[in-house]
């Protein structure tokens, strides 16, 4: 078993009250009055910020290349070793997508001004709480974002994409391995943690610290949002008939999902990374057939 139970237990709740969080969120943004049968129509973003305008059947496309750009960048950072700037980047990013998903909730410019100061919190000090309680909201703001601009099938193939992507990154390059790493050095983790406090780097060693080796469990932040990606494409399909039974509908992919990553996690072995979302993957297109067939 990779962690203990309750460390496992605590990581798998966490993923899938994000879940829940995000289907929320995405409810919360479709205009129900304006939606016809079959196509959801949703509010616009706070603050007029714009949607990529993208096919929703290529959108998996752009979305792929966005990633491989990104995490080209995030290398870039990490071979001059540049940590402001990593740190920077996340917290504007963290801004962008908590305003984003508040404001589903609570105004606009109340939920910019929360979201500022959580993104300052989350760099500046090492709370797992805190990091943990804003991870919960920052994946429905993405979700907002990308849903509308993603069909069915376009979903399914960004699904595929990524679990390959996934095992080729931490099995064979290893990129993915060095960038966990990367970020739990700079005290700034994109995803969930769970465990001890962030490790706090000797400032006369440049060696990066593994989770494992403190005693932490981690989930990265994609892990997280392309399984809510689906299942906010599934959802929006659903709503309009009866947004209370599409909810409970589409809570199936996201149970599956935790069931197959609580599944990797047991089987797994102690110090050892794994590409999660090949198993998300599973979970999310089985949760689906279900919902075809309830």
């Known amino acids: 078993m990779k962690h203990n139970i309750k460390t496992t237990s605590l990581l798998l709740g966490l993923f899938f009250l994000a879940q829940v969080i995000g289907l929320f969120v995405i409810q919360n943004y479709i205009d129900l009055d304006a939606s016809t049968e079959g196509?959801?129509?949703?509010?616009?973003?706070?603050?007029?910020?714009?949607?990529?305008?993208?096919?929703?059947?290529?959108?998996?496309?752009?979305?792929?290349?966005?990633?491989?750009?990104?995490?080209c960048l995030v290398l870039l950072l990490i071979k001059f070793n540049k940590t402001k700037l990593w740190k920077i980047w996340y917290?504007?990013?963290?801004?962008?997508?908590?305003?984003?998903?508040?404001?589903?909730?609570?105004?606009?410019?109340?939920?910019?001004?929360?979201?500022?100061?959580?993104?300052?919190?989350?760099?500046?000090?090492?709370?797992?709480?805190i990091?943990?309680?804003?991870?919960?909201?920052?994946?429905?703001?993405?979700?907002?974002?990308?849903?509308?601009?993603?069909?069915?099938?376009?979903?399914?193939?960004?699904?595929?994409?990524?679990?390959?992507?996934?095992?080729?990154?931490?099995?064979?390059?290893?990129?993915?391995?060095?960038?966990?790493?990367?970020?739990?050095?700079?005290?700034?983790?994109a995803g969930l943690i769970v465990g001890k406090q962030f490790p706090q780097p000797s400032s006369t060693s440049k060696k990066l610290p593994s989770p494992n080796s403190q005693k932490m469990a981690?989930?990265?932040?994609?892990?997280?949002?392309?399984?809510?990606?689906?299942?906010?494409?599934?959802?929006?399909?659903?709503?309009?008939?009866?947004?209370?039974?599409?909810?409970?509908?589409?809570?199936?992919?996201?149970?599956?999902?935790?069931v197959f990553l609580g599944a990797l996690l047991f089987y797994g072995k102690k110090g050892k990374f794994y590409p999660a979302m090949p198993a998300i993957t599973v979970g999310c297109l089985l949760g689906y057939a279900v919902t075809l067939v309830l």
Not at 225 to 254: E, M, N, Q, W, Y
């Open 39 to 71: 196509e959801a129509v949703f509010k616009e973003l706070p603050f007029d910020l714009e949607r990529p305008p993208l096919e929703q059947s290529t959108s998996f496309l752009y979305i792929v290349a966005a990633i491989l750009v990104g995490t």
């Open 131 to 189: 990091h943990n309680l804003t991870e919960l909201f920052i994946y429905g703001g993405l979700a907002a974002i990308f849903v509308p601009v993603i069909n069915v099938s376009a979903a399914i193939l960004l699904l595929l994409v990524i679990s390959v992507y996934d095992y080729i990154a931490v099995n064979k390059v290893k990129h993915m391995v060095t960038m966990a790493k990367f970020q739990t050095k700079t005290n700034v983790f």
């Open 218 to 258: 981690i989930l990265g932040g994609g892990d997280i949002g392309f399984a809510l990606l689906f299942s906010g494409v599934i959802f929006k399909g659903l709503i309009i008939s009866s947004p209370a039974t599409a909810f409970l509908k589409t809570l199936v992919i996201p149970l599956l999902a935790t």
């Open 91 to 129: 917290w504007l990013a963290v801004v962008i997508c908590l305003t984003i998903s508040l404001s589903a909730f609570i105004p606009a410019i109340s939920a910019m001004g929360v979201s500022i100061v959580a993104a300052l919190y989350k760099v500046r000090k090492n709370n797992s709480i």
